[in-house]
């Protein structure tokens, strides 16, 4: 299955949400109404694409329609994938070496099988890395992502339930050093009962890496799961809020049918997605184009 065929089938359940509802508009409105702009409007809110970003999207859509003169609405369905297209953006993480890459994400939202994906893809382009098993608190965490180390072929640096992270990262940070490890990949506790610990932990980990590894490039990537919906938005923003956040995880995409999500979180936070979860298997995440993000909904 080549690489748009398997984002599309992972987007399925998106795609007759949306896609279907988009189908009938067009069949019920031939031209370019008041109503027609309504419903579309209410469609994009379905699909969690927020009401400022649905609003907003419709009322450019509306505005391209009467300065380039659009005559009905099978060419407006054209226009709305291109307006939504330039909203999302698609700005691939640029890969240097040696990095270090801090993943954040409450507990159940996909961090742990995405690190393992990540791991394994960013092996197929050729890069080594080490998975580092930074969330000391949640119980079993290591143990899990050692299970996904395994399968993505990567040696994995770990101590103890409840040891301090940063000590667990200083032990990373070396094993990269020493190994001469393109990528560092570390797991960081995702608590949101209490930003200010949160904070202060992830500085912790910030300053070891800056100490340590001052050659490296820091990045930290946020997971966030897809069938949350607007509660996604909202765990973005906290993270956002208290965190230097670079970009996105977006997973369980294939388990929604409201995939709009990424256009909100892109256009009311400006925060990149950079991988999608379109799937279960360990070659399941991809990185994000917004092209064929769109043009496998529609």
């Known amino acids: 299955m080549g690489l748009f065929d398997r984002i599309r089938k992972g987007l399925s359940r998106t795609r007759e949400n949306v ?29 969690d694409v927020g009401v400022k970003t649905a609003e907003f999207a419709v009322g450019r859509l509306r505005e391209r329609c009467e300065a380039e003169k659009i005559p009905n609405t099978q060419k407006a369905r054209q226009v709305l994938k291109d307006i939504l297209v330039e909203l999302m953006g698609s700005e691939p993480m640029k890969l240097t070496s ?19 994906k990540l791991a394994a893809r960013l092996r197929t382009v050729g890069r080594s890395v080490i998975i580092c098993a930074g969330d000391t608190f949640r119980a079993a965490a290591a143990d899990q ?105 977006l997973t369980k995409l294939d388990g929604t049918a409201k995939g709009g999500i990424a256009v909100a979180i892109r256009q009311e ?6 991988y999608i979860g379109v799937g279960e298997q360990i070659d399941d995440l991809q990185p994000f184009n917004a092209r064929e993000f769109i043009d496998a909904i529609f």
């Open 19 to 47: 896609g279907a509802r988009m189908d009938e508009l067009v069949e019920l409105h031939e031209d370019l109404t008041d109503e027609f702009y309504e419903d579309l409007t209410d469609v994009l809110i379905m699909a």
């Open 98 to 116: 040696p990095m270090v890459l801090l993943v954040i994400g409450v507990n159940g939202v996909g961090k742990t099988t995405s690190i393992g």
């Open 145 to 249: 992502l050692t299970v996904w180390a395994e399968r993505a072929g990567v040696p994995i640096v770990k101590q103890a339930e409840g040891a301090d992270p940063a000590a667990v990262v200083f032990d990373g940070v070396q094993a990269a050093k020493s190994r001469f490890a393109d990528v560092l990949i570390v797991d960081t506790a995702g608590r949101l009962h209490n930003k200010a610990h949160l904070m202060e932990e992830l500085k912790k980990i910030s300053r070891v890496v800056s100490r340590e590894y001052p050659e490296a490039t820091v990045k930290a990537l946020l997971v966030l799961d897809a069938t949350t919906g607007q509660n996604g938005l909202a765990q973005a923003q906290v993270f956002r809020d208290v965190a230097n956040i670079d970009g996105l995880i």
């Open 269 to 274: 936070l400006g925060l990149p997605v950079r």
